[in-house]
Structures are given as C-alpha cells and as structure tokens.
T-cell receptor, first 115, second 111 residues
Framework: GAVVSQHPSRVICKSGTSVKIECRSLDFQATTMFWYRQFPKQSLMLMATSNEGSKATYEQGVEKDKFLINHASLTLSTLTVTSAHPEDSSFYIC???????????FGPGTRLLVL | QKEVEQDPGPLSVPEGAIVSLNCTYSNSAFQYFMWYRQYSRKGPELLMYTYSSGNKEDGRFTAQVDKSSKYISLFIRDSQPSDSATYLCAMNQGAGNMLTFGGGTRLMVKP
C-alpha cells in the first residue's frame, strides 16, 4: 500500500515555458502533500507543504509565484514551474501523508531539464 | 549546526557484511523516526518507521532509537549488492509535520 505516483517522470522544455508536474496518491487519501527538489548528490530540500483545499506554505527562499502548487483533492497535487529557466533544472519529488500519519510516502520523482 | 547529522560516506562493505548507519539529532521534540532508501534518480522508499525509543526489526533491517542520546541507527544484516543506495534518516514531531532529513549516507556493497 501507500503508493504515490508522479507524472511526467522526465521533461525537457525551453527556457520561458511553464511545466506542470502531477503527484497522485493511488491507494490512500493524502491530507498533506510535500514538494521537494534535489540537486545531484545532495539531500532533499523541502519547497512547500500543501493541505487539501488550502494554500500551500512555502519554505523560505522559495518563490511562490514561480512554483505554483495546487492541492485540489485528497489524491492530487500539482506543481507548476512558471517561466522555467535553466537554473530550475532539478529533480522534483513529491511526498504524501495520510490523515493522522507521521510518515510520508514519496513519488518516483520528476527530472526537469530546462534548455 | 544542522538539526540532523549523518555521515555522507561513501561506506563500502563486502557482500554479507553487517552495515551500521547512524544519525544524531539535536531537537528533543522529535518523536517519529524513519529510514528511507534512495536509489540513484529515484524517489526515496520508506524502509523503517519507529516511534520513540526502542528497536524494530523487519527482515534484514533493524532500526534503533535512543532518545536519551539523540541517536538513531539502521542495521543491515547479510548486506547485498542490491542494498547499494543512499540511506536517509528522517524524523518529525508528529502527524502532518514536515520531515527533517539527514544528508544521507551512500552505501556500496561490493560482490
């Protein structure tokens, strides 16, 4: 159980375009979803926390107008990277936690390359 | 000083060895402790989850938590080349709370 999917698994786009990444909890309802980015050989960096039906809470230094997060249902959260630039190229990973759960279950990640 | 410290490694062991991975932390409010395994270019996979102090065993994996010392460990018995990955410790204060991660230890098990 506790499966989280992400789509797409990898995306290549031109500078200035927007990219949407979907995160779905397949077999449980995720009251809280988290978005991380990870650079090569580094640990996970939390970008934002989202609760279903509420605005996301962004970590310090993360531009909320650039990284739009929507958590419209208990099984789906989306991250949109707006006007992407090469420095946004990274590995983006979502995680989800069920109601009353202390653990988080991670998606397989999305590799974004901005040319 | 980071809230959670973890030796980055790499830790290289021969196949069949017992592996010990460790983290120390500074926030005494942490109550829930997890170990994740992350293969290259993949999302982290939850291996073990423990609450408060004590031991938990699952197959070849044993997780230990010593809250008095603020020290947690993951032991891997009969290590296999397929165990080669980065191991992340993580902890939080309760449900819905963000996880605080260690930096990860890269493990290499050589056949």
């Amino acid at each position: 159980g506790a499966v989280v999917s992400q789509h797409p698994s990898r995306v290549i786009c031109k500078s200035g375009t927007s990219v949407k990444i979907e995160c779905r909890s397949l077999d449980f309802q995720a009251t809280t979803m988290f978005w991380y980015r990870q650079f090569p050989k580094q640990s996970l960096m939390l970008m934002a926390t989202s609760n279903e039906g509420s605005k996301a809470t962004y970590e310090q230094g993360v531009e909320k107008d650039k990284f739009l997060i929507n958590h419209a249902s208990l099984t789906l959260s989306t991250l949109t990277v707006t006007s992407a630039h090469p420095e946004d190229s990274s590995f983006y990973i979502c995680s989800a936690g069920g109601a009353g759960e202390e653990t988080q279950y991670f998606g397989p990640g999305t590799r974004l390359l901005v040319l | 000083q980071k809230e959670v410290e973890q030796d980055p490694g790499p830790l290289s062991v021969p196949e069949g060895a017992i592996v010990s991975l460790n983290c120390t932390y500074s926030n005494s409010a942490f109550q829930y402790f997890m170990w994740y395994r992350q293969y290259s270019r993949k999302g982290p996979e939850l291996l073990m989850y423990t609450y408060s102090s004590g031991n938990k065993e699952d197959g070849r994996f044993t997780a230990q938590v010593d809250k008095s010392s603020k020290y947690i460990s993951l032991f891997i018995r009969d290590s296999q080349p397929s165990d080669s990955a980065t191991y992340l410790c993580a902890m939080n204060q309760g449900a819905g709370n963000m996880l605080t991660f260690g930096g990860g230890t890269r493990l290499m098990v050589k056949p």
